[in-house]
């Protein structure tokens, strides 16, 4: 399975929107009638940190300029409204196709 | 609150041995599958290996299968990865994280900085 995104990276002006799309090979509909596509932040010098759960769910603590959307096999990050603290690396990401856990290769979002 | 503190780590030889240590403290360790996850330096992120919640179950990366084990002690609430036949391809950060569902991480340890060279 294969996880591609778009653009790997994007330049934006603070106060603007930002979107990623996220696309698997494979759909990540599970059998249950759940979609299992998750988004994650990397702030520079930082461990990861969850930001989307199950194509839409904001994690716990996570602004709501933060939104995803999708089904099947393409996923959408949008960020509404651009924040400096928002400069990192956004990572989509898959699980229920094992037994390779397999992570998009990241698009880098910087500040205008 | 969720930590995940993580120790070992350093420099290796090429075919040397590490083993990582990630102590969890803030939830019940035993509800969670657990995962490794590492970065190369300038590189994306790659998961490595993960284990069930009583330690019964694991699974590896093609990279790393035969070469690393992963395992839990529940009683001190720990997650370890021993990692043997060191091959300069493993130089990364590796972090520890707590599995949320269907393998997606949600807490992450801070990371440990793996160099393999001669």
């Known amino acids: 399975l294969v996880m591609t995104q778009t653009p790997l990276s994007l330049s934006v002006t603070p106060g603007q929107a930002a979107s990623i799309s996220c696309k698997s090979s494979q759909s990540l509909l599970h059998s249950d009638g759940r979609t299992y596509l998750f988004w994650y932040l990397q702030k520079p010098g930082q461990s990861p940190q969850l930001l989307i759960h199950?194509?839409?769910n904001r994690f716990s603590g996570v602004p709501d300029r933060f939104s995803g959307s999708g089904s099947g096999t393409d996923f959408t990050l949008k960020i509404s409204r651009v924040e400096t603290e928002d400069v990192g690396v956004y990572y989509c990401?898959?699980?229920?196709?094992?037994?390779?856990?397999?992570f998009g290769p990241g698009t880098k979002l910087e500040i205008k | 609150e969720v930590q995940l503190v993580q120790s070992g780590g350093g420099l290796v030889q090429p075919g040397g041995s590490l083993r990582l240590s990630c102590a969890a403290s803030?939830?019940?360790?035993?509800?969670?599958?657990m995962h490794w996850v590492r970065q190369a330096p300038g590189s994306g992120l790659e998961w490595v290996s993960r284990?069930?919640?009583?330690?019964?179950?694991?699974t590896y990366a093609d990279s790393v299968r035969g070469r690393f084990t992963i395992s839990r002690d529940n009683a001190r609430n720990t997650l370890y990865l021993q990692m043997n036949s060191l091959r300069v391809e493993d130089t990364a950060v590796y972090y520890c994280?707590?599995?949320?569902?269907?393998?997606?991480?949600?807490?992450w340890g801070q990371g440990t900085l793996v160099t393999v060279s001669s």
């Open positions: 994280a707590r599995d949320l569902i269907w393998n997606a991480p949600d807490y």
């Open positions: 803030g939830f019940t360790f035993t509800n969670h599958w």
């Open positions: 990401m898959q699980g229920i196709h094992l037994p390779q856990i397999t």
């Open positions: 284990i069930d919640f009583r330690g019964t179950i694991s």
């Open positions: 199950e194509v839409s």
